[in-house]
Every structure is written in C-alpha cells, then in structure tokens.
C-alpha cells in the first residue's frame, strides 16, 4: 500500500488495540489524556489521529466550556514518535506521488488541526503539564488557554537534537513569552528546562506540586464554568487577536464588543446584585 497521508490516517483509524487518548467528563468540562505511558505518549498516527477526533467532539458538544489536556504519568508527552517519522514520514517521500507534500498534510491536518482546534474554538483548555513536554507535544500545550506546570514539568525543545525546525506554532509562542535570543538560546542548546525555571521565565500560570496539579486544573475549569457564556466566547478570540493588533485596532474590537455584554441578562444581574450588596 501507498503510504499517502490519507492512507496514514485510515490505518491510525483503524488501530484496534487499547484506545490512546481517555476522555473523562463531568458536568461542564471534560479532562483528556494522552495515555501511551510506557512511551512517555509519544504522538504516534494512532494517538494523533484519536486526539484530534475526541477534541473536534469535545468542541463540537455545546455542554463543554473548559478541556484539560494532561498526559498518563510519567510523562505530558515525548512529541513527535520517531517511528511515525520512520514508518509513515519517510515512506510518503519515497513511495507516496504526493512526496513531501503528503507529510504537509500530516502536520497541517493533524498537528496543526489540534492547535487550530485549541486556539479557535470557544472552549477554554486548559494544559495540565505533569512531565516532560517535547516537541509537538510542547506546542500544543503552548496553545492551551491556560498553562499549569507541576513541579515535575519539564520543557523539552527536542526539534533541533532529530534535525528539525520549530513547528505547530512553537516558535510564535516561545519568541512572544521569552523574546528572540531566550528562545534561540533554548533551541541552540537543547537544555531541558525544569518547570520551575519556565514558570520564572513567564511560560504558564501556575507552578504547582505535582499531586495539586489536577485539582488546580479543575479549579480553573471551575473558574471558566462560573464565567457567562458570552464572556469567554467573546474575551478569547479578543485576547487572542489583540497582540498582534495595534493599540487602535485592539481598542475598536473591544468598542464594538462591549455593547453586545450590555445587553445581556448576565450582566444585568450582575449590576443589580452588586448595587443591592
């Protein structure tokens, strides 16, 4: 069989084995964990491809507000798997008539439609890093809405050391939370940073001890549910648009958008009971 990109996905479909991605729900969010964990969750076809079905069900579902994304102990996830890069990459080039072509659609269908997904949908995620975080696995936990780092996090840039270029929009995240010469330096070198080190230099909200890490990601879904539903629909894509805006442009978005939260009862209410407290 050709291996093409949508041969790629039809056999990651039919995996038949114990599924690599659990999702459990409760109330109003749902937790989502990477669950290959004697490979540290690698981002095998199989794990990719489930990922990125449960997450387009998750966001699809209009009772969801908040996703957290974690990996089975011990490890957030390895990234890209380097049997993928050798069974299915390397084949596509020499087998496949689409050749590199093909592996664009992988990491622009797959890899990147999880970062799309996490980045335009109107649910909030929530990335509860509890181990190494490698590669493509690090960006999508760069992604998230909001980033918890226990104290057994660690931030692995593992591109360079298998001769490849930042990707999934790593290299957007990192120079706008570090700058230029930090986030070269970490790519440069190699060095693995401790989540501790990260949560100083300004990646993610919290740094917290690793049995906390769960209960302080339920926390913040718990913060995100209580919120109005127009709010987190309306604040991320603003949030997210504004850093690339100029002052004016930020400023007339949120002029046009203000209103809209007048007119509602949540806020209505909300008046109402701070003025009679």
């Known amino acids: ?66 996703i957290v994304l974690t990996g089975r102990a011990p490890a957030f996830s390895a990234g890209g798997d380097l049997r993928l890069m050798r069974e299915v990459a390397q084949p596509m080039i020499e087998e496949s008539p689409g050749g590199a072509t093909d592996i664009w659609r992988w990491i622009r269908k797959q890899f990147g439609g999880i970062v799309r997904l996490i980045t335009r949908t109107d649910k909030a995620f929530v990335a509860a890093v509890n181990g190494p975080a490698a590669g493509v696995g690090l960006a999508f936990a760069l992604a998230c809405d909001v980033l918890l780092l226990s104290d057994r996090a660690q931030i692995v840039p593992a591109f360079g050391r298998i001769g490849l270029v930042p ?14 010469q930090r986030t070269f330096g970490m790519f440069a070198s190699g060095r693995h940073m401790s989540g501790a080190e990260a949560f100083e230099l300004g990646l ?74």
């Open 167 to 180: 990707e999934v929009g790593t290299s957007w995240q990192l120079t706008r939370r570090l700058g230029y």
């Open 204 to 277: 993610g909200n919290e740094l917290v001890a690793h049995d906390q890490l769960l209960p302080a990601a339920l926390k913040w879904c718990e913060r995100i549910e209580r919120m109005p539903a127009h709010v987190l629909e309306m604040s991320k894509p603003l949030l997210r648009q504004c850093a690339d805006m100029t002052w004016e442009q930020a400023v007339t978005m949120e002029e046009f958008t203000e209103p809209m939260c007048f007119t509602t009862s949540a806020h209505k209410d909300a008046v109402r009971e701070l003025l009679s407290s």
């Open 1 to 66: 069989m050709t291996m093409s990109y949508e041969a790629a996905v039809s056999a990651a479909e039919k995996n038949g084995g114990r599924p690599f991605v659990t999702v459990e729900r409760s109330g109003a969010h749902a937790v989502v964990t990477l669950d290959d964990p004697e490979k540290l969750n690698p981002l095998s076809a199989a794990l990719t491809v489930h990922l990125h079905r449960e997450l387009g069900a998750l966001a699809r579902d209009p009772a969801v507000r908040a």
